[in-house]
Nanobody
Framework: QVQLVESGGGSVQAGGSLRLSCAAS?????????MGWFRQAPGKERERVATIYTRTGDTYYFDPVKGRFTISQDNAKNTLYLQMNSLKPEDTAIYYC??????????????????????WGQGTQVTVSS
């Protein structure tokens, strides 16, 4: 049973930083997975933040977070990270970790498609005040 557990959310002022973690269990992390961070603000649809293909480390970012957020992985710890810098109030949302077994092409094509991801964490709240 694949399980994803997020942590690291919290409340910060605009311009601050947070690092989210997603601990994965139930499979070998270094296998070929498309893993990503998504977020959902109140009244809005869930949207992609950043995605990584675990075998090659190829990354994909949602335009509003490019240059501010960095997705990374630690295969030894079976953990996915999201470093968030220069946070803005519009980054306020529940952040979810997601994963799906994947080829490189599948991840490239579907990295922004929430319906393409099979496993989801419970989410962690990020609140950015102005």
């Amino acid at each position: 049973q694949v399980q994803l557990v997020e942590s690291g959310g919290g409340s910060v002022q605009a311009g601050g930083s947070l690092r989210l973690s997603c601990a994965a269990s139930g499979y070998t992390y270094s296998s070929s997975y498309c893993m990503g961070w998504f977020r959902q603000a109140p009244g809005k649809e869930r949207e992609r933040v950043a995605t990584i293909y675990t075998r090659t480390g190829d990354t994909y970012y949602f335009d509003p977070v490019k240059g501010r957020f960095t997705i990374s992985q630690d295969n030894a710890k079976n953990t996915l990270y999201l470093q968030m810098n220069s946070l803005k109030p519009e980054d306020t949302a529940i952040y979810y970790c997601a994963a799906v077994p994947s080829t490189s092409d599948y991840c490239h094509i579907n990295n922004g498609n929430t319906g393409a991801f099979r496993y989801w964490g419970q989410g962690t709240q990020v609140t950015v005040s102005s």
